[in-house]
């Protein structure tokens, strides 16, 4: 998804916050930031470094806007350090 990434990207540097290493759309609620270990089901993938994890069914409900200052809120916890 090219234009999430550059999305997501223009926000970081907007914030001068660090970019995620991966970007995760799933399909459970919530958004949030982790710099822990995940594992991706079913293909069991492991996932490491700054992860932003985006739930497929809010992005629908949600406007361009209301998506960035999610997303910015998100990114936020990495430059305070709080993942």
């Known amino acids: 998804a090219p234009e999430l990434f550059r999305f997501v990207?223009?926000?970081a540097r907007r914030q001068e916050t660090a970019?995620?290493?991966t970007?995760?759309?799933g399909l459970t609620r919530g958004f949030f930031v982790t710099e822990g270990h995940l594992r991706l089901l079913p293909e069991d993938i492991?996932?490491?470094g700054?992860?932003?994890y985006l739930p497929a069914p809010y992005l629908?409900?949600?406007d361009r806007?209301?998506?960035a200052a999610i997303i910015g809120h998100e990114l936020a916890h990495f430059?305070?350090?709080d993942t």
């Open 79 to 81: 430059s305070g350090k």
């Open 50 to 52: 700054r992860t932003l």
């Open 46 to 48: 492991l996932v490491t």
């Open 9 to 11: 990207e223009g926000m």
């Open 23 to 25: 970007i995760v759309v």
């Open 60 to 62: 629908e409900l949600l």
């Open 19 to 21: 970019l995620p290493d």
């Open 65 to 67: 806007e209301e998506v």
